[in-house]
């Protein structure tokens, strides 16, 4: 079956970039999908095939996918971007998530 | 406001049944691809199922299938979890979520969960 492999954690400064990647084989022939999710709440979509972003969603977030990787990129991070942020592809008609990433701004 | 709202959830002992409900609102419900999600305590997002707009196509995890049942009534804008032979595995919160229209959309509606926990 299909995985997608995230790091458990990720650390940035207030301001800075924060990366987030997501593996997977050939992860860039397919659409890939970015959840945040806070603790005690429902995720929520962030980017969308691959570098969109829902309305409602700062511009800070951006994504891309080429490759075997998906990446997340989160720039002038605040304090209020600290959560859990998830991975998402289709595999055939069954839909995969990554393991997250805790996000923690420091 | 567009919404999804979770109920049946709770406490069921190993074996048993229990069937989820999801309420849509304020969208066509019927023109939306429907999935389960579920996450564990404090664990990560696992996918459970999803079916098609009219009900004619499902998919399953393989950890689910031929216990778990999905489905939908889009006159009662309602998709339906039906939860067979219930493992201590299956405790979890479980979301049911709204994917978008275009091809790779994501998953941009969720209800707010349900809990589920198995155990005797």
């Known amino acids: 079956s299909y995985e997608l492999t995230q790091p458990p954690s990720v650390s940035v400064s207030p301001g800075q970039t924060a990366s987030i990647t997501c593996s997977g084989d050939?992860?860039?022939?397919?659409?890939a999908c970015w959840y945040q999710q806070k603790p005690g709440l429902s995720p929520v979509l962030v980017i969308y095939q691959d570098t969109k972003r829902p309305s409602g969603i700062p511009e800070r977030f951006s994504g891309s996918n080429s490759g075997n990787t998906a990446t997340l990129t989160i720039s002038g991070t605040q304090a209020m971007d600290e959560a859990d942020y998830y991975c998402?592809?289709?595999?055939?008609?069954?839909?995969?998530f990554g393991g997250g990433t805790k996000l923690t701004v420091l | 406001e567009v919404q999804l709202v979770e109920s049946g959830g709770g406490l069921v002992q190993p074996g048993g049944s229990l069937r989820l409900s999801c309420a849509a609102s304020k969208f066509t419900f019927s023109s939306y691809w429907m999935h389960w999600v579920r996450q564990a305590p404090g664990k990560g997002l696992v996918w459970v199922s999803r079916v098609n707009s009219d009900e004619s196509s499902t998919t399953y995890a393989d950890s689910v299938k031929g216990r778990f049942t999905i489905s939908r009534d889009n006159a009662k804008s309602t998709l339906y979890l039906q939860m067979n032979s219930l493992r201590a595995d299956d405790t979890a919160v479980y979301y049911c979520?709204?994917?978008?229209?275009?091809f790779g959309a994501g998953m941009d509606v969720w209800g707010q969960g349900t809990t589920v926990t198995v155990s005797s």
């Open positions: 979520a709204r994917v978008g229209l275009s």
């Open positions: 050939k992860l860039g022939d397919k659409y």
């Open positions: 998402q592809a289709w595999d055939s008609s069954a839909v995969v």
